[in-house]
């Protein structure tokens, strides 16, 4: 299995690459999203979209690759990278009034069947960085909500065809129960 993470300059990318190594026992490559072509994502079996500052419309190739590679890869977005999934896919995101960096709060599963969260209580809390969300308001019916906060925010969604999940939480922080479990769930996807 070879897998990519694509670096949205974000100093918690690492954090997720060596957690994606320590579960893989092999390699992991990481580029960052102005030094690799749309085309030589192709190789990769499995894409990680790492978290970034700003807004996905800033982060390089990523959307363009998550527009290519979204029917035939197993794409897993984190932060921005769950961001750039709504927006490909017809969604849009909403700056909140209440800035999320470094919070920790509940996460509210939805569905007990869903693969990236089998295994993990139906709460738990996690560490969130983060000001922008994917809206549910106009959110199309190809991607689903998986997991909100107490408020009701999303929190994690999956395209309904597709292997493409997002996060807005950060499953490698240590304020997030489950971290590394949910990333196995998806390697295991």
């Known amino acids: 299995m070879k897998i990519l993470v694509l670096d949205n300059y974000d100093s918690f990318t690492y954090n997720l690459v060596h957690i994606l190594k320590e579960l893989t026992r092999g390699p992991v490559d990481v580029f960052r999203n102005d030094e ?9 079996d ?15 190739i990523t959307k363009k690759m998550i527009n290519q590679y979204g029917p035939s890869k197993s794409i897993l ?3 921005l990278g769950c961001q750039a ?3 490909v896919y017809g969604g849009r995101i909403i700056n909140l009034e209440k800035v999320y960096h470094g919070i920790e709060t509940n996460i509210n599963v939805i569905s007990a069947e869903n693969k990236l969260f089998e295994g993990i209580p139906a709460t738990f809390t996690a560490g969130r960085y983060h000001s ?3 809206s549910e308001e106009g959110l199309p019916s190809v991607i689903k909500i998986t997991a909100t906060d107490d408020e009701g925010s999303i ?7 597709f292997d493409v999940r997002g996060v807005q ?10 971290g590394k479990q949910i990333l196995l769930n998806w390697l295991n996807i």
């Open 85 to 87: 999934i709504g927006e």
């Open 155 to 161: 929190m994690a969604i999956e395209h309904t065809t």
């Open 169 to 178: 939480f950060h499953p490698e922080s240590v304020m997030t129960e489950h």
């Open 77 to 79: 977005g984190v932060c």
């Open 132 to 134: 922008w969300v994917v």
């Open 36 to 44: 690799i072509s749309v085309e030589d994502v192709d190789i990769y």
């Open 46 to 60: 499995k894409i990680l979209i790492s978290p970034g500052p700003g807004v996905p419309d800033q982060a390089g």
